[in-house]
């Protein structure tokens, strides 16, 4: 019982702080950094509220991941073991690529 307490307060803790993220950076009026330690220029965006937007959007969805792990735990603690596994590796994938697309596609040319 114990375990599956820290299990659901670090998974949805987890969940909330990505969701949190995610709306931080669509209520910013400056661009939404990704890489610990650097910022994007306004001069660098095209359209920065929709830059915003979309990374907002990613970081939501990767949110997703923990929370479903979490709730999953309630049928299978190795179907949640798995979703958490992914969440880390192949997430952590999405979340880089994504980025990079929403960069290039609003970044001055």
Known sequence: ??????????????????????????????????WSGTEVDEKEITDVKRYNKENGVMWKR???????????????MAAALTLLVLACTLGIVFLVSTYNKIYRKYSVK
């Not at 990767?62 to 299978?76: F, M, P, Q």
């Open 1 to 34: 019982m114990a375990g599956a307490i820290v299990w659901y307060i670090t998974l949805f803790g987890c969940a909330i702080l990505f969701y949190a993220i995610g709306i931080y950076a669509q209520k910013r009026e400056k661009p939404m950094h990704f």
């Open 62 to 76: 990767y949110a997703l991941w923990y929370a479903a792990a979490g709730l999953a735990e309630i049928w299978s």
